[in-house]
């Protein structure tokens, strides 16, 4: 059974730093496409970053393009999101995502929210 519990997220100031964590269980980590996804007040769930596998292609969009790194530890079964250079428009709830590998590329999965496993999600709110 996959189960993704996500923690750190928090209240921070414009410019500040966060690192999200997704503890994982019930799959091989290091095989499985993962992704983090965010939901703000009144709009759609959006992909922010996803990966294909360990060592894999990986997808950010283009508004954390150089501030946002996914990661995995696969030891710890752990995905992280490190976040900088925060800005309000940042706000909002956090999700993360596993999906088995498949021959689909990364980046139309994390658009399309194409991933059917998830977690419960963690605010995340940017002051300015």
């Known amino acids: 059974q996959v189960q993704l519990v996500e923690s750190g997220g928090g209240l921070v100031q414009a410019g500040g730093s966060l690192r999200l964590s997704c503890a994982t269980s019930?799959?091989?980590?290091?095989?499985?496409?993962i992704g983090w996804f965010r939901q703000a007040p009144g709009k759609e769930r959006e992909g922010v970053s996803c990966?294909?596998?360990?060592?894999?292609?990986?997808y950010y969009a283009d508004s954390v393009k150089g501030r946002f790194t996914i990661s995995r530890d696969n030891a710890k079964n752990t995905v992280y999101l490190l976040m900088n250079s925060l800005k309000p428009e940042d706000t909002g709830v956090y999700y993360c995502?596993?999906?088995?590998?498949?021959?689909?590329?990364?980046?139309?999965?994390?658009?399309?929210?194409?991933?059917?496993?998830w977690g419960q999600g963690t605010q995340v709110t940017v002051s300015s």
């Open positions: 990966s294909s596998h360990n060592n894999g292609t990986t």
């Open positions: 995502a596993a999906e088995p590998p498949s021959p689909a590329e990364i980046q139309t999965m994390c658009v399309l929210n194409a991933f059917t496993s």
């Open positions: 019930g799959f091989f980590l290091d095989y499985y496409f």
